[in-house]
């Protein structure tokens, strides 16, 4: 009511404007259930599909807000911080596939593994990992999640089921194909989730780790972040079947809108559910990149800035966040960008933070190459300190 309320008497209305601000407060903690629908239904391959219908709350609205805001802030800053030559080497950003991270996350629990390729920033925040060891990996600092020495592509919080941060185009699959295989020979009820891109989706080693998913049942559920580019190469100039939630043939497979954070949340547990009755499934989530492939790639020759704004405009999946939250009256306008300004806040204090972080000493560079206890370990830049350990 204050908001509509004119200058001129805004003074007459501040007690009943904070006592209104207070209960929107109390109410942006609630847990009470709220019910939206996914933006678009999903589509199915050899299983039926969950209900569009997803139970959600005002604290689960604003945290979703919350985090994804911080996300992209991060991967802004990220670009800012390579351009002035402060990160080096590789550098993939995920500014406008935020749902994806955040909506798988809500879904499962730090005991279900994750692992993905380069573009794994958000995903790693996701796990509970920190701005600072983020941009301390990022400008390769010895604070960083991987001491400094993974970079962008590395990133590695194991004690939070997140198991990369690889380099190699779709070799993280097979790897958490044995993720998987691990958690049934234990008979945990946990899932690995093998995230990869449209890119990778032609590789010949995905089709071999999901048929040895699919013949031993494991709990495996393997995500496509479709974001229509593999490098700068559009969909379908690589694949003569894009449709990859398909590609399983035996396997199950859904389609998802990956900029509704709702439909990825509903798709993740499902999916969860399944794989632990049922062996695995593909998860295609249509998704979208706001940069491009790395920061070598303007983004912009291959695909129009038209299109880019368009899904902007029409898909973003904060913007979608933002609007239903104003839609329930669970924050104001003002109150969310009061937030986006505290991310933007403690975002540059953790790349000062890191910046302060030391570099690894040179010797690290020999270090952590074996099992520890065993191989030849090499010190020193000029490597003539050898230790030899056999088993």
Not at 135 to 142: C, D, I, P, Q, V
Not at 300 to 325: A, C, F, W
Request: proline residues 4%; glycine residues 8%; contains cysteine.
């Amino acid at each position: 009511m204050a908001l509509s309320t004119s200058r001129a008497i805004n003074h007459i209305m501040k007690p009943l404007s904070a006592a209104v601000c207070a209960t929107r407060r109390l109410l942006s903690d609630s847990t009470a259930t709220i019910t939206v629908e996914t933006s678009l239904p999903f589509t199915s391959h050899n299983v039926d599909p969950p209900s569009r219908s997803v139970e959600t709350s005002p604290k689960e609205l604003m945290t979703f807000f919350k985090d994804m805001t911080e996300m992209r802030r991060m991967e802004i800053a990220a670009d800012s911080l390579y351009k002035a030559k402060l990160i080096r080497g590789f550098c993939h950003l995920y500014d406008g596939q935020e749902a994806v991270a955040v909506g798988m996350e809500a879904a499962i629990t730090k005991k279900d593994c994750i692992i993905t390729a380069y573009r794994d920033h958000c995903i790693f925040l996701g796990r509970g990992g920190t701005l600072v060891e983020s941009f301390a990996e990022l400008m390769g600092r010895r604070d960083g999640c991987s001491r400094g020495k993974g970079g962008s592509m590395h990133f590695y919080k194991k004690e939070s089921g997140f198991y990369g941060g690889h380099g190699i185009v779709g070799a993280q699959v097979p790897l958490g194909i044995g993720l998987a295989f691990a958690q049934k020979y234990k008979k945990e009820d946990y899932v690995t989730f093998a995230m990869y891109g449209d890119g990778a989706a032609n590789q010949g080693q995905l089709f071999e780790a999901l048929n040895m998913a699919a013949l031993w049942d494991l709990p495996a559920i393997l995500v496509c972040e479709n974001n229509h580019y593999g490098m700068g190469t559009a969909e379908w100039r690589a694949a003569k079947s894009p449709a990859y939630y398909k590609r399983g043939d035996y396997v199950p497979g859904l389609r998802v809108d990956g900029m509704d954070v709702f439909a990825v949340k509903q798709a993740c547990a499902f999916a969860k559910q399944h794989a632990l009755k049922n062996g695995p499934i593909i998860l295609e989530m249509d998704t979208y990149r706001y940069h491009g492939h790395s920061m070598s790639d303007p983004g912009s020759t291959y695909r129009t800035r038209d299109e880019i704004s368009g899904v902007r405009q029409e898909r973003d999946p904060v913007e979608r966040i933002r609007s239903l939250i104003l839609a329930h009256n669970i924050a104001t306008e003002a109150e969310l960008k009061d937030i986006e300004k505290e991310n933007r806040k403690v975002v540059d204090e953790a790349i000062a933070k890191a910046k302060e972080s030391p570099m690894p000493d040179p010797s690290e560079l020999f270090t952590n190459v074996y099992v520890k206890g065993f191989g030849v370990e090499a010190y020193g830049a000029d490597r003539k300190e050898l230790r030899a350990t056999l088993p």
